[in-house]
């Protein structure tokens, strides 16, 4: 055996815990870094950094302390990428380097750019109408104008006003009877096949050598083709601008709930809508609502939302009803949907959505679905620095702080009840810490399903809970106690033995209507009337006085 042999592969690096979970959950590439050089990467990173050239660019934006995003091209077997990476401090000169392929994003502009420039080229080279008519409105002179599909000698004698599509309110044939000179404004004309065309009308008075008028000369240039171009241009403009304000928005917004809030009154500006809402799908795939703006979404649109989830990836539903247009869209995120967008407005305001407004919900739910993903993250990331790892409950610094912060001005009553369980201990020395888990996940689906959405519980430590409950009277503590000790009954089948049956000693401390008190006084007070439960018997509740 040869020394190579011999060596030990090198260990595995040991990284920040956040760093390995950003790894670990981000879809796209991400590297990690120290003082600038790559230490690990997930799958999606690994095969950029075996390009060669870019990472030098990428350590000297690290050595700059990277406080704007990073555009790489990278080259593949392919074609060369564009990649947009963002930093993300995990330790002192510890980076977690997050990227996302920009590179559609990037041609698209391009295209756009073509676009436009092959437009305004189109403009200019619209063919025109020249013509002249005496006095009496009649042509005596026409050429060109292939594009209305009229022949020359077709119009010569015929009456310049019966090209006129006559429109309420508007009086179009003065044109023709003009004695001041007129400047590219738009009227209405009938083509040759019936059809309507938006011309631009410039024309000049001819006078005789008295001054007199003896007709009108003018230029009719057809542009109907150009003018739907145009609003197809402001309609891609508008979407650009809101895209642009989406992605402006993820990069500021510190939370990704707030950069949804941005893009729901963005969306339901752009689209004219009266309301929009966004939701997340959470682990019982279920969506649920992040964000509503406006007018609240007919409840027709949680039936919808069963329709959309059925479809297996990106989902639009065009929906008209009696009193309201709905349109919804699937948010995907990786190969996955995540969430889902609607937006409706009153049939006052229109009735069922044209496809260009269908083709920007469809292209802003493609965006969506990595704000929404990130919303995700950051709600992991909250309940891992927040809450119990083991009970899902607040974790005792997160509760201490909360608590602090609703007790600091008088409120119209509150209770703080202190948990205690009954002979926990005899279940970890019998069977152990195993089944001592069993007993604790218990009792935090017990606060769980007590707790209204605005009350707080949490975990202490060990077998000791607490639950804040705002707005309630004695009474109704008093009755809150009952059902927490009546609930701990149910925990008897995983006692230890019949001579230690498990249950819970309620202490609880009130708050009256109009008061405050500091924070360590009211856990003293609930933790005092806890113990006084277990002096009197456990398995009972007692109200500090």
Sequence with gaps: MNA?????????????????????TYTGPAIYAENGVSVASNTAAATLLERSGWWREAESWLASHARTPLLVKIPTDASPITVEWT????????QVLIGRNITLEKNLQEVLTDSRDRFRDLVELTADLAWEITVDGTFTYIA?????????????????????????LLNDIEIFETEEPIEKREVHVRRADGKTARVLVSARPLRNAKGERRGVRGLFRDVTEAME????????QRRDRLIAEFVKSLREAQEAKTALNIAANEIAEALGAAGCRIYNLDSQHTLQTAIEAGMALPEAVNGYNRELLREDGRALMDESMASAALMGATTVQGAHVNGAIWVWRPTDRGGSWPEADKML????????GIVIAQLDYQEKLRVLSECDGLTRLLNRRTFMEKIGQRISSPGNGSALFYVDLDNFKAVNDTHGHQRGDIVIKKVADVLHHTARPNDLAGRMGGDEFVLWVDGVNRQEAEAMAKRLVGMGAELRALSASPEKPLGVSVGVALVPSGQSMRTAQLMEKADSAMYQSKRGGKSTWSIAE
């Design 144 to 168: 060109g104008g292939k594009s209305m599909g009229y022949k020359p000698e077709a119009l010569l004698g015929t009456r310049a006003r019966d090209l006129i599509v006559r429109r309420p």
């Design 229 to 236: 171009r145009q609003e197809e241009l402001a309609q891609v």
């Design 4 to 24: 190579a042999e011999n060596q030990s592969p090198a260990p595995e690096p040991t990284l920040p815990e956040t760093a390995r979970i950003l790894l670990s």
């Design 87 to 94: 930093a993300i401090s995990v330790g002192e000169n510890q």
């Design 361 to 368: 919900l469809s292209e802003v739910a493609d965006h969506l």
